[in-house]
C-alpha cells in the first residue's frame, strides 16, 4: 500500500524560502523515483521536481528551474524540496510521489494522491 505524507507548506512572501518534505513507507520508496507535484486553485495538476533512486539524476520543470532543489535520504524514506525565490505563482498544493523511473514519474499518471501541503505566496 503507498504512504505519503507531505508536511512543511505554509504562508510566505514573495522571495522567501520553504522547504518540504515527504515521507513515504519503505516500501513505497525503495528502488523507485521521487518527485513533486502542484496544483493551483483551478489548474492541472503538474510536475514540478524529481530525483531518481540514487539521487544522482534529477529533473525540474522550466518555471522552478534555479529555484528549487530536490533532494532524498533514503535512509529516512524522504524527499525534500528546498524552495527559493518563491512567487505568487508558486502558490498550490503540493504533492510527493513515486514511480519506476523519472520518465514515468513525471507523467504524473498515478492512481494514488496523499492530502498534499499547501504553500501559499504573497506578494
Known amino acids: 500500500q503507498v504512504q505519503l505524507v507531505e508536511s512543511g507548506g505554509g504562508l510566505v512572501q514573495a522571495g522567501g524560502s520553504l522547504r518540504l518534505s515527504c515521507a513515504a513507507s519503505?516500501?513505497?520508496?525503495?528502488?523507485?523515483?521521487m518527485g513533486w507535484f502542484r496544483q493551483a486553485p483551478g489548474k492541472e495538476r503538474e510536475f514540478v521536481a524529481g530525483?531518481?533512486?540514487?539521487?544522482?539524476?534529477?529533473t525540474y520543470a522550466d518555471s522552478v528551474k534555479g529555484r528549487f532543489t530536490i533532494s532524498r535520504h533514503n535512509a529516512k524514506n524522504t524527499v525534500y524540496l528546498q524552495m527559493n525565490s518563491l512567487k505568487p505563482e508558486d502558490t498550490a498544493v503540493y504533492f510527493c510521489?513515486?514511480?519506476?523511473?523519472?520518465?514515468?514519474?513525471?507523467?504524473?499518471?498515478?492512481?494514488?494522491w496523499g492530502k498534499g501541503t499547501l504553500v501559499t505566496v504573497s506578494s
Open positions: 519503505r516500501r513505497t520508496a525503495s528502488g523507485y523515483a
Open positions: 530525483v531518481n533512486w540514487s539521487g544522482d539524476s534529477t
Open positions: 510521489n513515486v514511480d519506476l523511473t523519472l520518465v514515468r514519474l513525471s507523467r504524473g499518471s498515478m492512481d494514488y
